[in-house]
């Protein structure tokens, strides 16, 4: 594990404070769900129950849809592992309100806090011993604005470019690991999606 000093509730919180009606927000399964959710659940969130690697995806439909919103994805390394080819899309299309955001504790979660492979490797005498950069992954997929966050000191620039920056915009944020408690959203997928259409569109 790389000796990382943030801790990704009092991250999120910071990145979602004062969010309003111009702020869409998707986040991926397990971690990222229960971190926004503790963070304030809100109809314009949009937690992701069971669809590991979906939300960029989403996210990208989402603003393309939108153009007047602001779209954010939080999501974990495991689910961008599994999704990687959703980053050359985001370039290809290339939305200026998409900001991608990925808590990357080099660990799948959800199953047992196995090594992801951000996590550096040491596995015999040719390996470098560095993990899989998903940054630089990002930047040659051709999303131009890519950086990694690793300390307290570049949370405020981060929070500002989430939040406002010209996109497609990725950042890959290194946080501690946790044992944290389960803060859920509602666990209907059907209710979560008709609030979320409904706050942002209105009753049909």
Do not use: Y
């Amino acid at each position: 594990m790389s000796q990382a000093t943030l801790q990704r509730r009092p991250l999120v919180k910071k990145i979602l404070a004062g969010a309003d009606d111009n702020l869409l927000v998707i986040a991926g399964l397990g971690s990222s769900n229960w971190d926004i959710t503790n963070a304030g659940d809100r109809p314009l969130n949009m937690p992701l129950w069971g669809a590991m690697g979906a939300p960029v995806g989403m996210g990208l439909g989402l603003a393309i849809a939108q153009p007047t919103k602001r779209v954010l994805v939080i999501t974990g390394d495991g689910d961008m592992l599994m999704s990687l080819g959703s980053l050359a899309t985001v370039a290809a299309q290339s939305p200026d309100n998409l900001a991608i955001c990925v808590l990357d504790n080099e660990k799948f979660g959800e199953t047992g806090n196995q090594a992801t492979h951000t996590s550096p490797r040491n596995n015999g005498p040719t390996d470098s011993g560095a993990g899989t950069d998903l940054a630089m992954i990002a930047k040659g997929c051709g999303i131009a604005d890519c950086s990694t966050v690793t300390e307290k000191a570049e949370v405020s620039q981060l929070v500002k470019d989430l939040r406002g920056k010209k996109g497609p915009i990725f950042r890959l944020v290194k946080v501690m690991v946790e044992k944290l408690e389960f803060v859920m959203p509602p666990q209907d997928g059907a209710h979560l999606k008709d609030r979320f259409r409904q706050a942002l569109l209105g009753n049909p």
